[in-house]
């Protein structure tokens, strides 16, 4: 599968204009389908950057509050036939979860989302409350302030396909010292925090305690609500947080950083977890 595509561009700079090719990142849907039993139904269906598909289902799951541990996902995988392009060949756009029998899918959560948005089909903040799995308000992790300042860099450094395209959201999994356990990229800022969080999921390593998930870009209710549900107790972004953003931190106990770059940054909620 492809994450960049090469596209002719005009550029103008310095009065001179040159036609040339150029690296993008590649934005295709991801068609998710779900079998509780009766057959494969399509769940959702996500704009994404192929890649890691399989942990962005996954991650989903987790933060729809549908796949809280392991076994309750008895397989994921691609369905190369369900899906072709316009020459016939596997466009791997379709990956089929096979869940345990007992669980139930909440239909009102079927619908289709961009990759800018991953929640705005839920009716209501007690919908997703109501989806936490994880408690974070008792994590007693504490993270240095020069820690965080440091964080931004580590991520931009470690982000391989956005040095080619320029086009692409991170998200990064640290410790609570700074090391970068797992870093995901995405055109879009959530399905970078689900391949993340799917990553955690297929190894067992939920709930994210004592961990760091930094993100590029701003920190949206969305995003909070998938590091609560993940159990990770710090969330930092080098934008802003939105006003619901910081009042879900607030209601759950999770730390809430923002503006963190050029040596400075504020918390929102949660600053007992930041030290120094």
């Known amino acids: 599968m492809a994450t960049t595509a090469r596209r002719p561009v005009v550029r103008f700079a310095g009065g001179h204009r040159v036609t040339r090719p150029d690296t993008l990142a590649v934005e295709e849907p991801l068609d998710i389908r779900l079998d509780c039993g009766g057959g494969a139904e399509t769940f959702t269906v996500t704009m994404r950057t192929p890649g890691h598909d399989l942990e962005l289902a996954l991650g989903f799951l987790v933060s729809e509050g549908i796949a809280r541990r392991p076994p309750d996902v008895l397989s994921a995988r691609h369905c190369p036939v369900a899906a072709r392009d316009v ?62 300042v440091a964080l931004p860099e580590r991520l931009r450094s470690a982000q391989r396909l956005f040095d080619r395209t320029g086009g692409l959201h991170a998200a990064g999994l640290f410790t609570a010292e700074g090391e970068l356990v797992v870093l995901r990229e995405d055109v879009g800022r959530h399905n970078a925090v689900d391949k993340v969080v799917g990553w955690a999921f297929e190894r067992g390593l939920l709930p994210l305690r004592g961990h760091v998930l930094q993100v590029s870009g701003r920190a949206s209710f969305e995003l909070v609500q998938k590091a609560w549900t993940a159990g990770c107790p710090v969330l930092a972004a080098v934008s802003a947080p939105s006003s619901l953003a910081v009042d879900l931190a607030a209601d759950t106990g999770l730390t809430l950083v923002g503006f963190s770059r050029g040596g400075s940054f504020n918390v929102y909620a949660g600053a007992h977890r930041i030290t120094g």
């Open 87 to 148: 020459e016939g060949e596997p466009t791997h756009n379709v990956v089929e979860v096979r869940l345990r029998p007992g669980i139930v899918v909440p239909a009102a959560r079927y619908r289709q989302v961009s990759s800018a948005c991953g929640i705005c089909g839920t009716s209501s903040i007690d919908a997703v409350l109501a989806s936490g799995s994880h408690s974070v308000a008792d994590d007693g992790v504490t993270v240095s302030g020069a820690t965080v």
